[in-house]
């Protein structure tokens, strides 16, 4: 794994949300971009050279309203950024964890990502995310 990506954050509100994190960072965000295959609207802040990603649900069976429904709104994940998530994927299950989704899919801001079950990382909710290519899908 190279470097934290991002992290993401849970919030019932984005609007709202978002306001308190320009506040906090002193800038604005620089995306707002819905991920329908995961009931989410998704808004990234950069802060030095860290990324923090607001996450709210769209839709009230997503994994983001289930996770504000039993925790409330907080940090939800920490993404990994990764050369070659196929050969990641595979590391990591020789490792012994558990791979939520077994093939990479289409998330934000241009990543392919794949997420590592809580009960294998200590209660983090573990994603690994790499650049998509000009010629991947």
Same mark, same amino acid.
């Not at 808004?43 to 860290?50: D, E, L, M, V, W």
């Given at each position: 794994?190279?470097?934290? %990506?991002?992290?993401? /954050? =849970?919030?019932k509100d984005l609007e709202t949300s978002n306001k308190l994190f320009e506040k906090l960072f002193g800038a604005p965000h620089y995306k707002i971009e819905e991920v329908a295959s995961e009931g989410v609207r998704t808004?990234?802040?950069?802060?030095?050279?860290?990324k923090i990603e607001l996450l709210?649900?769209?839709? %009230?069976?997503?994994? /983001? =309203?289930?996770?504000i429904e039993r925790k409330g709104e907080g940090v939800h994940h920490i993404a990994f950024a990764v050369e070659d998530?196929?050969?990641?994927i595979e590391r990591l299950k020789g490792e012994?964890?558990?791979?939520?989704?077994?093939?990479?899919?289409k998330g934000a801001d241009n990543k392919l990502v794949v997420?590592?079950?809580?009960?294998?990382?200590?209660?983090?909710?573990?994603?690994l995310c790499q650049e998509i290519s000009t010629n991947e899908g």
């Open positions: 794994m190279d470097k934290i %990506e991002h992290i993401g /954050i =849970a919030v808004s990234f802040f950069k802060t030095g050279p860290n709210e649900a769209i839709k %009230e069976d997503s994994p /983001i =309203a289930k996770f998530i196929e050969q990641e012994g964890f558990t791979v939520l989704n077994e093939k990479p899919k997420f590592l079950h809580p009960k294998t990382t200590n209660g983090v909710l573990v994603e």
